[in-house]
Nanobody, 123 residues
Framework: QVQLVESGGGLVQSGGSLRLSCAVSGISLSSFAMGWFRQVSGKAREAVACMSASGRSTDYADSVKSRFTISRDNAQNIIYLQMNDLKPDDTGVYYC????????????????WGQGTQVTVSS
């Protein structure tokens, strides 16, 4: 059974940094595309950062480019999201997701998802 557990969220001041982690069990990450998504109450969930299974392709939302970095540790089966220079608009619940397929960049709803971790950025 695939399980994803996010951690690392919290309250941070504007300009600060956080690193989110997503521990994955039940599969080998090396065959899966992965992504971080965020959702603000009342709004649709949006993709923040994605990485292909090979790791050769990444994609970021325009609002986080140059501030956020997605990475992974295949040996530990952990996905990371390093978030720097955080802004109040980055506030939301952050979810990690994975989906099998070499052609996939961002996991879809059909993939496997974690339960989310809250990030709150104060101004």
């Amino acid at each position: 059974q695939v399980q994803l557990v996010e951690s690392g969220g919290g309250l941070v001041q504007s300009g600060g940094s956080l690193r989110l982690s997503c521990a994955v069990s039940g599969i080998s990450l090396s065959s899966f595309a992965m992504g971080w998504f965020r959702q603000v109450s009342g709004k649709a969930r949006e993709a923040v950062a994605c990485m292909s299974a090979s790791g050769r392709s990444t994609d970021y939302a325009d609002s986080v480019k140059s501030r956020f970095t997605i990475s992974r540790d295949n040996a530990q089966n952990i996905i990371y999201l390093q978030m720097n220079d955080l802004k109040p608009d980055d506030t939301g619940v952050y979810y990690c997701a994975i989906e099998a397929g070499s052609w996939i960049l961002c996991p879809a709803d059909s993939g496997s998802w974690g339960q989310g971790t809250q990030v709150t950025v104060s101004s």
